[in-house]
């Protein structure tokens, strides 16, 4: 399935260009590359200045597919199998 605004949420992230919009850490703000792995509560992003390993929940991310989507960190503050469970039951 191609990853789309809709479908964002309940998407494996892992491969996605993202930069992060919003944090409470202030030297995480502005972080931006590619998704390298993802667990349930950290983003771990492939940047010029090495991996950083960031928080999803209080930060908010700008993934983008083809262009920019924000997405709060709470929300997908779940493992990408949850989140696919997620859908699942939404759908039946």
């Given at each position: 399935?191609?990853v ?19 944090s ?69």
């Amino acid at each position: 399935m191609k990853v789309n605004v809709s479908n964002l949420l309940y998407h494996n992230l892992v491969g996605l260009e993202v930069r992060v919009a919003f944090s409470t850490d202030p030297t995480q703000i502005g972080v931006e590359g590619r998704v390298i792995d993802e667990t349930t509560k950290t983003l771990l992003i492939s940047t010029t200045d090495g991996d950083k390993m960031i928080p999803k929940q209080n930060s908010k991310f700008a993934f983008y597919i083809p262009h920019e989507v924000s997405v709060e960190g709470n929300a997908i503050l779940l493992s990408p199998e949850e989140r696919l469970k997620r859908l699942q039951r939404r759908r039946h």
